[in-house]
């Protein structure tokens, strides 16, 4: 043996993809915990921080979720004080659902929580390494 190492297959693109979401998902889970907030929370106040007040409909179309499930994270952030429920005034059938002061606080929080995470995790790619990888994650995405 002259020390090298032995052959090793090369690991697939799809491996390494889901090697590295799974780490970004550790991360972020990491950078919840001092609020207490699941992954599925923190994405539905993001969604309220970019769209401002929107009917709960609409929250589950952007969260990609079923409606009744975006009922339950509406109840557990509502439970927190982090949103607050009200009627539609153009449809009193559809509820409206917007963050209060303390929701856009922490939500304002996490998002800087979640860019120096990312910053960190990020940060030894080149400027020109980080364009080319956000090029592909949005051919990929759409």
Do not use: K, Q
């Not at 032995?6 to 690991?11: K, S, V």
């Not at 390494?16 to 915990?33: D, G, M, P, Q």
């Not at 005034?89 to 409206?96: E, G, M, Q, V």
Request: glycine share 4%.
């Amino acid at each position: 043996m002259t020390g090298e190492e032995p052959d090793r297959p090369e690991e697939s693109l799809p491996e390494l993809f889901w090697a590295v979401a799974r780490r970004l998902r550790h991360h972020s889970r990491r950078t919840l915990e001092p609020w207490e907030i699941n992954p599925g929370h923190a994405r539905a106040l993001a969604v309220l921080i970019r769209h401002g007040t929107i009917r709960l409909r609409a929250l589950a179309d952007h969260l990609h979720i079923a409606p009744r499930s975006a009922t339950e994270v509406v109840d557990g952030l509502e439970d927190r004080g982090l949103v607050a429920r009200r009627p539609d005034p153009a449809d009193r059938r559809a509820t409206l659902v917007t963050l209060t002061d303390e929701g856009t606080r922490v939500a304002r929080a996490i998002r800087a929580a979640r860019d120096a995470d990312a910053e960190r995790f990020f940060g030894h790619l080149s400027p020109a390494d980080r364009d080319e990888l956000t090029r592909i994650l949005r051919t990929l995405r759409d």
